[in-house]
């Protein structure tokens, strides 16, 4: 079993709609979560970083933490064609010296 | 402030050569993590340096090798090339202190005939 599952999608949405991506991770000492987007021949550009559970939210985007569930979720309001991208999930045990572990991607389309 | 710079950008190698790819982090980060990319398995961790010293290592052969210099560059090397070994590699950097935020080079597109 993999340490972190992502769906890969691909998903492909409205512009306008709200979107959805979640992650699920079997290592309860996950403290620190992070989103990353990665466009096309790009290298992924970190979104969100969130410590333990709760929200975080950053313009159009939210990004939740449910320890007890070992889940993680990104929300996207407002979805924009700009959106479309692969997106990463990432976490850690520890804020230093701990390999980041991710997931494997979903990919995004807003359709115009 | 300059990005996480990766060279070259793409490489044609075939089976058997072995091959280095470099990484320039920030200005400042003292710690370099390299990870492979491929569509099936995702981003998997190959190493860590920080101050010149390996911190980290992920699950890969010892074909798969690195170093950090005194200025935090950081060189991966990958000898005895094989097709699987066809991927992204990407290069990330972050201070190795107490934050967290990792930030990407644009990675080096490695392809293996």
């Known amino acids: 079993q993999k340490e972190v599952e992502q769906d890969p999608g691909p998903l492909s949405v409205p512009e306008g709609a709200i979107v959805s991506l979640n992650c699920t991770y079997s290592n309860s000492a996950f403290q620190y979560f992070m989103w990353y987007r990665q466009y096309s021949r790009k290298g992924p550009e970190l979104l969100m970083y969130t410590y333990s559970s709760g929200n975080k939210e950053d313009g159009r985007f939210t990004a939740q933490v449910d320890k007890s569930s070992k889940y993680i979720s990104l929300f996207i309001r407002d979805s924009q064609p700009s959106d479309s991208a692969t997106y990463l999930c990432?976490?850690?045990?520890?804020?230093?010296?701990?390999?980041?572990?991710f997931g494997t991607g979903t990919s995004l389309t807003v359709i115009p | 402030k300059a990005g996480v710079t990766q060279t070259p950008r793409y490489l044609i190698k075939t089976r058997g050569q072995q091959v280095t790819l470099s990484c320039s982090p920030i200005?400042?980060?003292?710690?370099v993590s390299w990870y492979q990319q491929t569509p099936g398995q995702g981003l998997q961790f190959l190493f860590e340096?920080?101050?010149?010293?390996?911190?980290n290592k992920g699950n890969f052969p010892g074909r798969f090798s690195g170093r950090q210099f005194s200025n935090s560059r950081s060189e991966m090397n990958v000898s005895t090339l094989e097709l699987g070994d066809s991927a992204l590699y990407l290069c990330?950097?972050?201070?190795?202190?107490?934050?967290?935020?990792?930030?990407f080079g644009p990675g080096t597109r490695l392809t293996v005939l």
């Open positions: 340096y920080f101050s010149e010293t390996q911190r």
């Open positions: 200005s400042g980060h003292r710690s």
């Open positions: 990330a950097s972050r201070t190795g202190l107490n934050t967290d935020t990792q930030y």
């Open positions: 990432a976490m850690s045990p520890s804020n230093t010296g701990n390999q980041f572990y």
